[in-house]
T-cell receptor, first 115, second 110 residues
């Protein structure tokens, strides 16, 4: 059983640029959630995808968008990067059913630095 | 905002039990308590969760008070590798998001 993998591990962009982060979910999981984690803080929920549809969204502007593919892998896109977007971006996958829904399995994250 | 309150930091001696408290006084009847931890430079890792009964797995035990307003995560024999930030989260099982606080930074000392 493969775990959640994210790419790239580190990324440096300049203000105004666009970035795409990628995530492969754990085998058998059809739900993917994305989080932003600033230094010294807990993760903040960006959005969740379930079977290729957005299933919920946190308090993030529309320039944060996502996709989920038929194989349940996912992308996070951020347009018009701002300095405050510098953070660790975490992807988590979870199985669909019942009590297991909020047991999320996380990747190691992508560290994004915006200069 | 997170619905839980945790101490910002704790120390524990290696080999002893680490007891991490969490207050969730506004928890509703169908909300679960989840515990995750995040070791430095890694993604969070699920530890355990429960509704009202105490739970135990290979990693830890979760003790929930009878009124469900607080809980304690117990690592029975802490090792240096248990040094991490521990997060207590309250969530409906049908909720699509987890709301994270700042957690407790647990330092295991040799």
């Amino acid at each position: 059983e493969t775990g959640v993998t994210q790419s790239p591990t580190h990324l440096i962009k300049t203000r105004g640029q666009q970035v795409t982060l990628r995530c492969s979910s754990q085998s058998g999981h059809n739900t993917v959630s994305w989080y932003q984690q600033a230094l010294g803080q807990g993760p903040q929920f960006i959005f969740q995808y379930y079977r290729e549809e957005e299933n919920g969204r946190g308090n993030f502007p529309p320039r944060f968008s996502g996709l989920q593919f038929p194989n349940y892998s996912s992308e996070l896109n951020v347009n018009a990067l701002e300095l405050d977007d510098s953070a660790l971006y975490l992807c988590a996958s979870s199985p669909e059913q019942g009590r297991a829904k909020n047991i999320q399995y996380f990747g190691a994250g992508t560290r994004l630095s915006v200069l | 905002d997170a619905k839980t309150t945790q101490p910002p930091s704790m120390d524990c001696a290696e080999g002893r039990a680490a007891n991490l408290p969490c207050n969730h006084s506004t928890i509703s009847g169908n909300e679960y308590v989840y515990w995750y931890r995040q070791i430095h430079s890694q993604g969070p890792q699920y530890i355990i969760h429960g509704l009202k009964n105490n739970e135990t797995n290979e990693m830890a035990s979760l003790i929930i008070t009878e009124d469900r307003k607080s809980s304690t995560l117990i690592l029975p024999h802490a090792t240096l590798r248990d040094t991490a930030v521990y997060y207590c989260i309250v969530s409906h099982d049908s909720n699509y998001q987890l709301i994270w606080g700042a957690g407790t930074k647990l330092i295991i000392k040799p």
